[in-house]
């Protein structure tokens, strides 16, 4: 079972950019999921989640305002939708899954993880 993580790339401040999450031999409509990223130097962090059913999110607040989650159950991916980026923003985006009745911003509740892909904000 694997998450893949795809759209990152080389950005310039205040432009967008989506992430999308597919799974391989697992149903992501059954998973609350998450984004976390991880720039140089820094530990991983929070970045968005929503619960399996898209009833709730949450978002750190370094983002909130300009990132937004979704998910097409039917296509069984997940995207992060990135506006307005900043340079500050660039890191490796992992996406993560998770069996549960909500989404949580903590890292080590999320069982499956995605390879990553980069996001490089250019100022």
């Known amino acids: 079972v694997q998450l893949q993580a795809s759209g990152g790339g080389l950005v310039q401040a205040g432009g967008s950019l989506r992430l999308s999450c597919a799974a391989s031999?697992?149903?992501?409509?059954?998973?609350?999921m998450g984004w976390f990223r991880q720039a140089p130097g820094k530990e991983r962090e929070f970045v968005a989640a929503m619960s399996w059913n898209g009833r709730s999110t949450g978002y750190a607040d370094s983002v909130k305002g300009r990132f937004t989650i979704s998910r097409d159950n039917a296509k069984d991916t997940v995207y992060l939708q990135m506006a307005s980026l900043k340079p500050e923003d660039t890191a490796v985006y992992y996406c993560?899954?998770?069996?549960?009745?909500?989404?949580?911003?903590?890292?080590?509740?999320?069982?499956?993880w995605g390879q990553g892909t980069q996001v490089t904000v250019s100022s």
């Open positions: 031999r697992r149903r992501l409509s059954s998973s609350d």
């Open positions: 993560a899954a998770k069996y549960g009745s909500t989404w949580s911003p903590r890292g080590d509740e999320y069982d499956l």
